[in-house]
């Protein structure tokens, strides 16, 4: 695999002075998304709490939810409450 063709997307993460450190965040929150790593897990790896970790993800418009796609799809079928 030809790792040094993604050199210049590791160094334009906007975080981050180490590339070390650039290139972890960018496994970290693939993992995440994957599912491979709970949010604890990833700001752990981080050296963040699961808030500024979550804040960080909102920064910088990274979704992520703690729902799994079948999950949202159950919340959608529950009745809306705002009738009572």
Same mark, same amino acid.
């Given at each position: 695999?030809?790792?040094?063709? =993604?050199?210049?997307?590791? $160094?334009?993460?906007? /975080?981050?002075?180490?590339?070390?450190?650039? $290139?972890?965040?960018?496994?970290?929150?693939?993992? /995440?998304? /994957?599912?491979? =790593?709970?949010?604890?897990?990833?700001?752990?790896?981080?050296?963040?709490?699961?808030?500024?970790?979550?804040?960080?993800?909102?920064? /910088?418009?990274?979704?992520?939810?703690? =729902?799994?796609?079948?999950?949202? $799809?159950? $919340?959608?079928?529950?009745?809306?409450?705002?009738?009572?």
């Amino acid at each position: 695999m030809q790792i040094d063709i =993604l050199k210049p997307i590791v $160094e334009s993460v906007p /975080l981050f002075r180490k590339i070390e450190d650039k $290139e972890k965040f960018l496994i970290v929150v693939s993992a /995440l998304k /994957l599912r491979l =790593l709970s949010l604890a897990k990833a700001s752990e790896i981080m050296n963040m709490t699961k808030t500024g970790f979550l804040e960080l993800l909102e920064a /910088l418009d990274i979704d992520y939810s703690y =729902l799994s796609e079948n999950d949202i $799809e159950v $919340e959608k079928s529950w009745p809306d409450d705002s009738r009572f």
